[in-house]
Antibody, heavy 121, light 107 residues
Framework: QVQLVVSGGGLVKPGGSLRLSCAAS????????MSWIRQAPGKGLEWVSH????????YYADSVKGRFTISRDNAKNSLFLQMNSLRAEDTAVYYC??????????????WGQGTLVTVSS | DIQMTQSPSSLSASVGDRVTITCRASQSISGYLNWYQQKPGKAPKLLIYDASSLQSGVPSRFSGSGSGPDFTLTISSLQPEDFATYYC?????????FGQGTKVEIK
């Protein structure tokens, strides 16, 4: 069965960095686009970024562009989100998700459990 | 960016009620409209994709319709396990955007 396990969250000071990981299993990871989506406490969902199967095509939300970097290692079935210059408004639960078919219009059909990132001094 | 306006923001309903949630896109999204259900402390779950296609394993009481700019999620007979927050999302273009959510509460 498809599994996405997210790790790497925690408490970080403003201006700090954190790297999130998402370990995938139960499907051929290299066949799927992958996304990061976040949710601030008590708020709605905000799409952060997604990456193509090879990693050649990447999109970011304006709110994280230039600070966050998405990447993947298909040999290790893993997705990453490097977060730099963190701000209080980046505090959220971060989910990784799989796009359900090999086109850019696909929905996110499987989601990891999420990891909480708290940016506070 | 494409704005997704969802309504209502909350509603109260009873078990067995028919429930309708609406989402309006600020520009054409060619039917790339998805609906998710989220329960407290859990990851969202895909219910409907491409405006009207039912995700595998989702009960048939959930249905989606619309072709733009207005889309609708309908729950034909609300069940106790359906009390949750529902989000629409456009996957037509990046940045992908979500509606603000509709919380369905017990009357």
């Amino acid at each position: 069965q498809v599994q996405l396990v997210v790790s790497g969250g925690g408490l970080v000071k403003p201006g700090g960095s954190l790297r999130l990981s998402c370990a995938a299993s139960g499907f051929t990871f290299s066949d799927y686009y992958m996304s990061w989506i976040r949710q601030a406490p008590g708020k709605g969902l905000e799409w952060v970024s997604h990456i193509s199967r090879s990693g050649a095509t990447i999109y970011y939300a304006d709110s994280v562009k230039g600070r966050f970097t998405i990447s993947r290692d298909n040999a290790k079935n893993s997705l990453f989100l490097q977060m730099n210059s963190l701000r209080a408004e980046d505090t959220a639960v971060y989910y990784c998700a799989r796009l359900g078919r090999p086109d850019t219009g696909a929905p996110e059909d499987y989601w990891g459990q999420g990891t909480l990132v708290t940016v506070s001094s | 960016d494409i704005q997704m306006t969802q309504s209502p923001s909350s509603l109260s309903a009873s078990v067995g009620d028919r429930v309708t949630i609406t989402c309006r896109a600020s520009q054409s999204i060619s039917g790339y409209l998805n609906w998710y259900q989220q329960k407290p402390g859990k990851a969202p779950k895909l219910l409907i994709y491409d405006a009207s296609s039912l995700q595998s394993g989702v009960p048939s009481r959930f249905s989606g319709s619309g072709s733009g700019p207005d889309f609708t999620l309908t729950i034909s007979s609300l069940q106790p396990e359906d009390f949750a927050t529902y989000y629409c999302q456009q996957s037509y273009s990046a940045p992908r955007t979500f509606g603000q959510g509709t919380k369905v509460e017990i009357k």
